[in-house]
């Protein structure tokens, strides 16, 4: 389908029944700018706006996920659900290709009902009721640039889906820094464990861009992973986040 043509009503409908059916969706072949993303994410929800990163092009819900030839941070390397860090995390997100290296820069995405659904009895009992906590500053260094903006939040571990009342996991790597109630050294053993199983070659999936492809993916059920293999070329993406709900 065109996505730079206006959507009906039913067509939308579609697409969200396609996302909770497969949580991620792959438009190939579109050609949009920054404003037209964001009219496509509001068919889904309201937008959310990063306190941390500017908009693109005067499109303040817009971000743009850069990688410079020769810049070294770079927006990768670790499985995260976008904007878990929020008292309401995101529904889903819509990343669409810009700029690509001629050669890797592709994103795996982990299927959190699986990674919950194959878990033993027992632990699924072990995690039933906890909470963790997520913060946005996990990985940098200067927590006091973020702390004023957000506050670290509680979430619980095992979240069920609003829409198709599946559970999932909900801790992720990059964001999740321990358990309700517990030190982040206490917490290790569980959060590494469950770290680990989740992003099984067997749940993921491993989507190769083309220049105009736009992916749409279920934050509320899926992490996803930038791989950083492409060193020495440029790659340039831009996302929306579509805000979800308080999980439970
Ligand atoms: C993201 O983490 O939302 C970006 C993923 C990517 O650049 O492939």
Same mark, same amino acid.
């Given at each position: 389908m065109d996505l730079s043509e206006s959507l009906d009503v039913n067509v939308v409908q579609e697409i969200r029944q396609a996302l909770l059916n497969h949580l991620v969706l792959v438009f190939r072949d579109q050609s949009l700018y920054p404003a037209r993303l964001a009219e496509i994410g509001r068919y889904f929800g309201s937008l959310h706006i990063n306190p941390f990163v500017s908009g693109t092009d005067g499109v303040k819900e817009v971000i743009s996920i850069r990688s410079e030839e020769?810049?070294?941070? /770079? %927006?990768?390397?670790l499985w995260h659900s976008d904007i878990?860090?929020?008292?309401?995390? =995101?529904?889903g997100s819509m990343l669409y290709a810009v700029t690509l290296p001629d050669w890797g820069g592709d994103t795996l995405f982990s299927n959190m009902n699986l990674a919950y659904d194959t878990l033993s009895p027992g632990y699924k009992q072990l995690l039933e009721g906890l909470k963790a906590e997520h913060r946005?500053?996990? %990985?940098?260094? =200067? /927590?006091a640039e973020f702390s004023d903006v957000s506050d670290p939040v509680m979430h619980p571990i095992v979240r069920t889906h609003p829409e198709t009342n599946r559970k999932s996991l909900f801790v992720n790597e990059y964001f999740t820094s321990r358990l309700a109630d517990m030190s982040e050294q206490e917490s290790r053993p569980i959060l590494d464990y469950l770290f680990a199983h989740s992003i099984r070659p067997d749940f993921t999936c491993r989507i190769s861009w083309s220049l105009g492809t736009l992916v749409f993916w279920d934050n509320r059920c899926t992490q996803h992973y930038a791989t950083n293999?492409?060193?020495g070329q440029s790659r340039l993406m831009h996302r929306v986040t579509i805000t979800g709900d308080e999980p439970f």
């Open positions: 020769n810049h070294e941070k /770079r %927006f990768t390397g878990s860090w929020d008292a309401l995390p =995101s529904l946005v500053d996990r %990985f940098h260094h =200067s /927590r293999d492409y060193v």
